[in-house]
């Protein structure tokens, strides 16, 4: 049997191992033919478990990786980490514009896209960032003129940090232990002790106050509901009263308004034949005016018959 030659094994293996890598870099997931965007982003805080090579996703979906870490020491002597990815932006496309057109992504950053570290796993306490739509935040100013900068957001973790370190943590624990203390001071005075002991006695006393009150209580009901009924009957009969008085008045005005409708009737009919009495153009006023016209010119007569009387007497013998 012919022996087969180790040269030739290693070229099997090492052109499976090529067509390995061919078959990843041609059939994977396409990131490796895609253009890429270079973008850079500042995080104050740790960045423990970000690896290079960690996924960059939106919203849960690959766009990118993770390419460089570095720290940046400021003149004042602060630290920030800087985060170099590189983005595909072939991986969005916008809604609405025409098919194939990728993503502009300077204007998401303008419209609030930013970058925030996420857990990956629990477990493994590994990190990935996850960029998304947070208004509010602002670019620091020193990213790389020949990449993009995203600016970040605290991550979760970071945030509950800073709001523990808000929190006085030695005042918070001090009055804890003291409300502890007088509560036990409390629970332990021989006051409370004695009110213990004395429960039950109280909760029987409470028990016949409740049953003394419901009798009472019963009691009066019956007195009030009777006192009600006398009352009942009592409103009933005024008010039966009252309306027979209402039909008393209702008849005694009936019968002074038909009295009082005569009356008008007769004054209307006097002053009617005083308005024919006193009309100037009427009968009566025209003879009355004749005979006070008559009884003048019959004064008139005898005082100018007086007059000649009184300058020649004789004249009452001759006549004229």
Known sequence: MKKTSPTLIGVFVLGAAVLGVAAVLFFGSGLFHEKRLRAVSFFNGSVAG???GAPVTFRGVPVGEVKSLGVRVMPDGQSIIQIGMELVPGMVAI????????????????????????????????????????????????GDIRALEIPTVPGDLEALTRQLQTVDIAATVDSLQRTLASLNAILTSPSIDQAVRDLPEITAALKHTAATVDREVTALSGTGRAALSGTEAAVKKTLSSVDTLAAHLDTET?????????????????????????????????NVQRAIDDLAATA?????FAERVDRNPS????GR
């Open 95 to 142: 809604y609405g514009a025409d098919r194939g057109q990728d993503a502009d992504v300077p204007a998401l950053v303008a419209r609030g896209l930013t970058a925030k570290l996420v857990t990956q796993s629990f477990v493994t306490g590994l990190l990935n960032v996850e960029l998304a739509f947070r208004p509010g935040a602002h670019a620091s100013g020193l």
């Open 315 to 318: 004249v009452l013998v001759r």
């Open 50 to 52: 970000l690896r290079v």
């Open 300 to 304: 008139a007569r005898m005082r100018s």
């Open 254 to 286: 009936a019968s002074t308004l038909a009295t009082l409708r005569v009356t008008l009737e007769n004054a209307n009919a006097t002053l009617d034949g005083t308005r024919t009495l006193l009309d100037p153009q009427g009968e009566t006023v025209i």
